[in-house]
């Protein structure tokens, strides 16, 4: 498996093979061109697995810019279905840690809903840890019909520091 931010070049084809309604990608893509994240994704043979977004600006949501603004964020974890329980999510987290520790951002969080078990499973395994916090987004969200959906999600916000890892 490569982990590697999403180029223009990998963008098409990420488009193509794994199309998410939205205009995600691009949209993950089209920030971190602007330097406020990074977008890895997760690739085997020319295949996407999975994907992660490292916003280096911190929480979009208040309750975590103030709990928490030194933290950089790891957010958009998602691996497609047929790809799970293969270590794809670890990796991408395990990439996304190096690379924050590179530009000595040593306070790593991610957000998880009271609905995603598994998701807290994976990262409270990896190291990270509650603080109570819960952070809600609001957000707007296109589906495979191309119906636009409204939805408010709280979730909690679990801390690293890898600074004592």
């Given at each position: 498996?490569?982990?590697r931010?999403?180029?223009?070049?990998?963008?098409?084809?990420?488009?193509?093979?794994?199309?998410?309604?939205?205009?995600?990608?691009?949209?993950?893509?089209?920030?971190?061109?602007?330097?406020?994240s990074?977008?890895?994704?997760?690739?085997?043979?020319?295949?996407?697995?999975?994907?992660?977004?490292?916003?280096w600006?911190?929480?979009?949501?208040?309750?975590?810019?103030?709990?928490?603004?030194?933290?950089?964020?790891?957010?958009?974890?998602?691996?497609?279905?047929?790809?799970?329980?293969?270590?794809?999510?670890?990796?991408?987290?395990?990439?996304?840690?190096?690379?924050?520790?590179?530009?000595?951002?040593?306070?790593?969080?991610?957000?998880?809903?009271?609905?995603?078990?598994?998701?807290?499973?994976?990262?409270?395994?990896?190291?990270?840890?509650?603080?109570?916090?819960?952070?809600?987004?609001?957000?707007?969200?296109?589906?495979?019909?191309?119906?636009?959906?409204?939805?408010?999600?709280?979730?909690?916000?679990?801390?690293?520091?890898?600074?004592?890892?």
């Amino acid at each position: 498996m490569g982990l590697r931010p999403c180029t223009a070049a990998d963008l098409t084809v990420l488009t193509e093979k794994w199309p998410v309604p939205g205009g995600v990608h691009e949209a993950h893509a089209s920030n971190a061109a602007h330097g406020s994240s990074d977008y890895l994704v997760a690739w085997r043979d020319g295949e996407p697995l999975g994907s992660a977004v490292i916003r280096w600006t911190g929480f979009v949501g208040a309750e975590g810019r103030v709990a928490h603004p030194d933290a950089v964020e790891i957010c958009h974890l998602q691996v497609r279905p047929e790809h799970r329980g293969r270590g794809v999510g670890t990796a991408l987290i395990a990439e996304s840690e190096r690379r924050a520790e590179e530009r000595g951002r040593l306070l790593l969080a991610v957000k998880v809903g009271e609905d995603n078990p598994g998701a807290r499973r994976l990262y409270e395994r990896l190291g990270y840890r509650a603080t109570g916090t819960v952070d809600v987004s609001e957000y707007d969200w296109v589906d495979d019909d191309g119906r636009t959906h409204h939805t408010i999600e709280r979730d909690e916000i679990l801390l690293q520091d890898i600074a004592t890892e």
